[in-house]
C-alpha cells in the first residue's frame, strides 16, 4: 500500500557512470516532483511535472533529465555523474499544480565516488 | 542567507514539551508548513498554517505564526520517544506551491 516508492533505496557509482532513480505513485495524483537534498540537508526542488508535462525545471545541470512515461511515474537519469551528485533524491506528489500538500517517497542515497 | 532558517537540533525529555522554532524572511509567504521525517523515510506534512492565522492546533501539535517577527513555531505536548524525527520548516510564497524548505531540525526524545 505504498504511496510513493522509489528505486533503488541506496545507488553507489563511480564518477562518468550514467544512472536512474525510478519513482511511482499510486496515489492517482497529476503532479510529481523531484527533490535534492544535499549533505547540509538542505531540501531544493529540481523538476516537476503535471500529467507528463514539465512544469518546473529549477537550475538543474542538463546531464539531469527526467522522464514520465505516464502520469503515475517519474524518473530521473543522470548521464557523466560527479560527486558533487552525492545527495538523498526526493520523489513526492501532489494532487495537483495547486495542492498544497505533497506526498514524499522514502528518498534515494546516491553516492559518487 | 537562508530563506528558512532553524536551529539544527533539540533534546527533550519525555514526557516534556519541546518548541521547535523557525523564522523565515519573506513577509509574502502563503501557506507555513511543518514536515516530520523519520529515519529512512520520506518527508510528511505534519500541518500547515495560513498566513492570516495566528495559532492553530491539532491534538498534541501547536502551530504559532507571529508574522511581525516572521517566526513560526511547532510546540508538541507530551512528547514520546515515537516523535523522534526530523522536523522540517517550509514555506510557499505568492502563486507558487512549491515550498522552500529549512534545513531541518532534529528533536531527540530521551527517556
Known amino acids: 500500500d505504498t504511496a510513493v516508492s522509489q528505486t533503488p533505496k541506496y545507488l553507489v557509482t563511480q564518477m562518468g557512470n550514467d544512472k536512474s532513480i525510478k519513482c511511482e505513485q499510486n496515489?492517482?495524483?497529476?503532479?510529481m516532483y523531484w527533490y535534492k537534498q544535499d549533505s547540509k540537508k538542505f531540501l531544493k526542488i529540481m523538476f516537476s511535472?503535471?500529467?507528463?508535462?514539465?512544469?518546473i525545471n529549477e537550475t538543474v545541470p542538463n546531464r539531469f533529465s527526467p522522464k514520465s512515461p505516464d502520469k503515475a511515474h517519474l524518473n530521473l537519469h543522470i548521464n557523466s555523474l560527479e560527486l558533487g551528485d552525492s545527495a538523498v533524491y526526493f520523489c513526492?506528489?501532489?494532487?495537483?499544480?495547486?495542492?498544497?500538500?505533497?506526498?514524499f517517497g522514502p528518498g534515494t542515497r546516491l553516492t559518487v565516488t | 542567507g537562508e530563506d528558512v532558517e532553524q536551529s539544527l537540533f533539540l533534546s527533550v525529555r519525555e514526557g516534556d514539551s519541546s518548541v521547535i522554532n523557525c523564522t523565515y524572511t519573506?513577509?509574502?509567504?502563503?501557506?507555513l508548513y511543518w514536515y516530520k521525517q523519520e529515519p529512512g523515510a520520506g518527508l510528511q506534512l505534519l500541518t500547515y498554517?495560513?498566513?492570516?492565522?495566528d495559532m492553530k492546533q491539532d491534538q498534541r501539535l501547536t502551530v504559532l505564526l507571529n508574522k511581525k517577527d516572521k517566526h513560526l513555531s511547532l510546540r508538541i505536548a507530551d512528547t514520546q520517544t515515537g516523535d523522534s524525527a526530523i522536523y522540517f520548516c517550509?514555506?510557499?510564497?505568492?502563486?507558487?506551491?512549491?515550498?522552500?524548505f529549512g534545513r531541518g531540525t532534529s528533536l531527540i526524545v530521551h527517556p
Open positions: 517550509a514555506e510557499t510564497l505568492g502563486g507558487s506551491y512549491i515550498p522552500t
Open positions: 498554517i495560513f498566513s492570516n492565522m
Open positions: 496515489l492517482g495524483h497529476d503532479t
Open positions: 511535472y503535471n500529467n507528463k508535462e514539465l512544469i
Open positions: 519573506d513577509s509574502s509567504s502563503t501557506y
Open positions: 513526492a506528489s501532489s494532487l495537483g499544480q495547486t495542492s498544497y500538500e505533497q506526498y
